[in-house]
């Protein structure tokens, strides 16, 4: 039984440089790297190679203390180059020179029939073991699963909606046999369903055909996409509940694994923004430098490069690595700039949610914006109400939870629906705020305070 | 610009840390934000882009749409003095009267308060907020026009020390500021805000005979007390200076005595127009508490014991301070209630509120002011039982 859920609340923020669908030719990427900070909640990083020594795609590098059985992998083959620390020891990158070829560690094969054979306890033990793991995020929390626990549901959002975001569609052409070995395996992790939220308006996915899930249709502005207020909207989660999530990457990444016994971490990925020069997609693998795609493809040299879209990504150096869960490199011109009279210049080269005094950016809704990094303005008490709640598509009050939060009041965040969320769901919320909260830091304070209470 | 920017960076390290002036940093800062955005990029995680707005665009947007209600009742100062003491004058005349009464009224409001805030940002060490922008430009048009200067001062100190700063500042108030600078006139200088000889500036001239300085609530409620009919005699008031002076229509357009900036409905509604345009002012709240004084009006014209009463309910939106009370004080989103369907149940509430305090009790001629300071304190307790129903719902939700 397929639901069609029209979203009303949301805005989507449209920028200049969509990734055009071909895949482009690029210097081939040198080095990969891991990073500890990418998995949020991960507390007690520990490294098991050293600097010097060869791993094959799939060999284990790293794992938590605080949750050993989950191995984190190499995605290529070749050399441990460097194991960068910063502040304190900070455990901050492993990298890995690749070699031209890929090897792969040589996993156990498994034919539909074997999974559908092999217990639960199995299929467990070889993805913790093998690094698709990772690959499945926990709600509450937002962190890495962890293995021992069964979820009530396990949720899958086919498409994106975030700032030029890669089309899904593109990025998983041709792989719905893998995806669907994939959901084969999943659907045997949990007693309850594993949905699917499609996008309402594309129905031409070829995830529309796959088999043993429950499809739900999702339409409207972003974050119609996000897998958050897709569970809000089919089966929300309460206080005790445990549901996991993934990126449909993350499922073919795991069809593969069980289909061809490698690890393989080759991935698409979207190079997006103002500032780059050939927007296209790019044929990596997880944790790749972005030197090869930056270095002399952007139009100035006052770019922030960073990992994901522009509204939950990272900024990195122009050398940096993209991150492990990211799809995307959004580039976009830095804002270190003064501007005279900057809040009651009118302006239509500024896009903005509301439409205030000399805010124009409504008179073109269709149009692609290039924004820069500036704050535009300084940050305030909470003065404007309602705003918020218009770009939240779940029965929540975003206000009086982030209040909660700053308060680190425990029962009400709880009430309030703390459970609900992770810092994409909110990210709207940071951008529109008229008094520039920095709504998905106070987000992850709220959600840590929760989890270790 | 280049050169106040220049201007701006060498006395920069003066305020900074370690600078002979640091404690007056946020004078420094707010001066510097005012002539240019700051350069501050967004952080390394979170959202990278932000909107172009900020709580500076949203506070000048509401000011700007003031500024017919100032204009007019500028106009309308000089207007009402020239009717009253019976010489013809022309619009630049009057507009020029008008002028040397209000303005300093608004100077004064904006000089008392800006040096409170300077004072508290100084000494507290926060940022200069822009809240205060509009609440100086409220005051002034919540006074008649001869209101003494010193108690404009005094009133704007004791609004913002009293019912801001105390509170932590803009955004963490309960009351609205300038509602509360006017009721502190109201009760500690009553004499200076209240009667029928305040509203008409006469200067040293005496009125025309039969010159009454009452406004239209004031008759409206003599109507009551004398049982005659409250519309014929609105009419006919005042007929020595002006025909049908408060006519439904007159009344609408604003040439009328009364507070600075309230006299004009339709003023009121070019400035309501522009808040509802820019989204700015919740248009529910607008919407409920028009609804809710008409609604109101019209039950006490049905229940009518008094000729006051009687008076046909559309009346009761153009006399007085209702409808700019309602459009730039009830509003206000910080005393406000913040929840959606709690603003529904807020605004409705002051629109049946006023009309009760203004028919129904003889100390208070206009409601507006007691409705909405008292809908400010109520406003959290709505918005805790919209949140309570929020929390039912998930609960509800778990033990299925």
Known sequence: ?453 | MKFLRDLLDKQKPLFQKGGKLENLYYLYEAGETFLFSPKHTTAPRGAQVKDAIDLKRMMITVVIAMVPCLLFGIYNTGHMHYLAVGEAASFGDKFILGLTLVLPIVIVAYAAGGLVEATFAVVRKHPINEGFLVTGMLIPLVVPATTPLWQVALATIFAVVIAKEVFGGTGMNILNVAMTARAFLYFAYPAQISGDQVWTYLGDKTPVDGFSGATALSVAYQSGQEGVDAASNLASHNSAIMDNMFGFANMFFGFIPGSIGETSTLMVLLGAAILLFTGVASWKIMLSAFGGAYIMAAIMQLLAVNEFMAMPAHYHLVMGGIAFGIVFMATDPVSAAQTESGKWVYGLLIGVLTIIIRVTNPAYPEGIMLAVLFMNVFAPLIDHYVVKANKKRRLQRATV
């Open chain 1, 1 to 453: 039984m397929s639901k069609q859920i029209k979203l009303k609340k949301g805005f989507d923020i449209r920028l200049v440089g969509k990734a055009e669908k071909k895949i482009g030719d690029f210097q081939p990427v040198k080095t990969f790297a891991i990073k500890p900070t990418d998995f949020i909640g991960m507390r007690r990083p520990k490294v098991i190679v050293r600097e010097g020594d060869t791993v094959k795609a799939g060999s284990p590098i790293l794992f938590d203390k605080k949750l050993e059985k989950v191995q984190y992998v190499a995605p290529v083959s070749g050399e441990i180059v460097e194991i960068k620390r910063g502040e304190k020891r900070k455990l901050l990158e492993i990298k890995i020179l690749a070699d031209s070829e890929i090897n792969f560690e040589n996993f156990e094969r498994f034919t539909e029939a074997d999974i559908a054979a092999a217990s639960r306890e199995k299929l467990v033990d070889h993805m913790t073991a093998t690094g698709v793991w990772p690959q499945i995020i926990q709600r509450p929390y937002g962190v890495v699963a962890d293995p021992e626990d069964e979820p009530k549901n396990i949720f899958i959002s086919c498409f994106d909606t975030h700032p030029l975001a890669p089309d899904y569609d593109f990025l998983l052409k041709g792989q719905a046999n893998y995806f669907q070995a994939g959901i084969n395996v999943l659907k045997k992790l949990t007693k309850g369903s594993v949905f699917l939220g499609l996008s309402g308006e594309s129905k031409s996915s070829e995830m529309a055909s796959i088999q043993g899930v429950e499809t739900n249709y999702f339409s409207g502005p972003h974050p119609a996409g996000n897998v958050g207020v897709q569970i809000h909207h089919i089966a929300p989660i309460n206080k005790g509940e445990t549901v996991w999530t993934l990126n449909p990457y993350g499922v073919v990444q795991i069809g593969k694994l069980f289909t061809n016994g490698h690890y393989d971490a080759s991935k698409l990925i979207a190079l997006t923004g103002s500032e780059i020069k050939t927007p296209v997609y790019a044929q990596t693998y997880i944790g790749s430098c972005v030197d090869s795609y930056v270095a002399g493809n952007t139009n100035s040299d006052n770019v922030r490069v960073v990992s994901g879209n522009v509204l939950t990504g990272e900024k990195i150096k122009r050398d940096g690595y993209l991150g492990f869960y990211d799809h995307q490199l959004t580039t976009i011109p830095e804002g270190d700039y003064y501007e005279f009279l900057g809040w009651m210049k009118p302006t239509t080269e500024k896009l903005s949610y509301h439409k205030a005094l000399g805010l124009l950016s409504f008179l073109h809704p269709k149009k692609e914006y290039a924004l820069d990094s500036n704050v535009r303005g300084e940050e305030r008490a909470f003065v404007q109400t309602g705003v918020f709640e218009s770009v939240t598509p779940m029965d929540i009050y975003p206000v009086y939870l982030l209040k909660a939060i700053m308060a680190e009041d425990f029962d009400e965040m709880e009430e309030l629906g703390i459970y609900e969320v992770i810092e994409e769901d909110l990210a709207l919320c940071e951008f529109v705020d008229v008094s520039k909260h920095p709504v998905q830091e106070i987000v992850r304070k709220g959600i840590e305070l929760i989890q270790f209470s």
